[in-house]
């Protein structure tokens, strides 16, 4: 009696387990795209993109890539991945999709902050799983360099 309550108990955690680690790997965004690239981005080696506590667990920097429009002004785009995704994150945080805002700061050449009207907060809803592109385009012609401000808004 006790070695067949013995094999069903060892039976059951065992396919427990396969499923959690078959359910584990989920990924909750379906994309598809282009596999022959024809784009050719221009990387900026990213030394920090700043966030808060919260964010740090939850969005991972892919790419960060700039191009000089014809006017002279300078643009960015930074690539992120939605890290909160699997069984364990849809048990305890669901799977719905959370609140971000960000802000680019813009600098001069010789590092100094450029404040403009267009240094505001703005928002963002992030899926999660999903992959996010933030941009923006410098206010004028001096600004040569950037940093880029999350922060969650749950």
């Known amino acids: 009696m006790e070695k067949k309550f013995f094999n069903r108990t060892l039976l059951f955690s065992t396919g427990l387990a396969l499923m959690l680690g078959l359910c584990g790997c989920m990924d909750s965004v ?13 990387f900026v080696p990213t030394k920090r993109i700043v966030t808060d506590g919260y964010l740090d667990n939850r969005l991972k920097a892919m790419a960060t890539d700039k191009v000089e429009l014809p006017n002279g002004l300078l643009k960015i785009q930074v690539t992120l991945k939605s890290t909160r995704i699997g069984l ?3 048990l305890v945080k669901g799977n719905r999709p ?5 802000r680019f700061e813009w600098f001069d050449k010789d590092g100094m902050l450029v404040n403009t009207a267009s240094s505001v907060w703005l928002e963002k809803e992030v899926l999660p799983g999903d992959t996010l592109f933030i941009a923006s385009v410098a206010p004028n012609e ?3 360099d950037f940093i880029l401000r999350l922060k969650e808004l749950e």
């Open 88 to 90: 364990w994150d849809w």
């Open 30 to 42: 379906n994309t598809a795209e282009n596999t022959q690239k024809t784009m050719t981005p221009s």
């Open 98 to 102: 959370y609140r971000i805002a960000y």
């Open 142 to 144: 001096r600004c040569k």
